[in-house]
């Protein structure tokens, strides 16, 4: 049986994940992906988002929606979320010009 939940749900992934997989050290590669999902992981935290799955270089989230919830509030917690996670993301790359963007 499934069951409804209203709800904003989040997926993003990292573009060229599987490429930097043959490009970066092993231990490069999994300190940058801890970084990313830690970024998105908990920007969404912050804004009352529930983490799902982390999917390799992706992150299935969750913004539930109560019954007394503004949709449209919890539209836009999702929304700083996803700007929050692209700054933290952007300033990741940066500091690592293999690393690739979030989408």
């Known amino acids: 049986m499934g069951e409804?939940?209203?709800?904003?749900?989040?997926?993003?992934?990292?573009?060229?994940?599987t490429a930097l997989t043959s490009t970066l050290s092993h231990d490069r590669l999994l300190a940058h992906l801890d970084a990313c999902s830690g970024a998105v992981g908990g920007v969404?935290?912050?804004n009352g988002g529930d983490i799902l799955k982390f999917l390799g270089g992706g992150v299935l989230e969750l913004?539930?929606?109560?019954?007394?919830?503004?949709?449209?509030?919890r539209y836009r917690a999702a929304l700083r979320a996803a700007d929050a996670a692209q700054s933290v993301i952007d300033a990741l790359n940066r500091e690592n010009p293999k690393a690739t963007r979030i989408r």
Request: zero cysteines; charged letters at 25%; hydrophobic letters at 50%.
């Open 63 to 73: 913004f539930k929606l109560s019954e007394t919830d503004d949709a449209a509030a």
């Open 44 to 46: 969404a935290k912050d």
């Open 4 to 17: 409804t939940i209203p709800a904003v749900v989040w997926f993003s992934d990292l573009h060229g994940f």
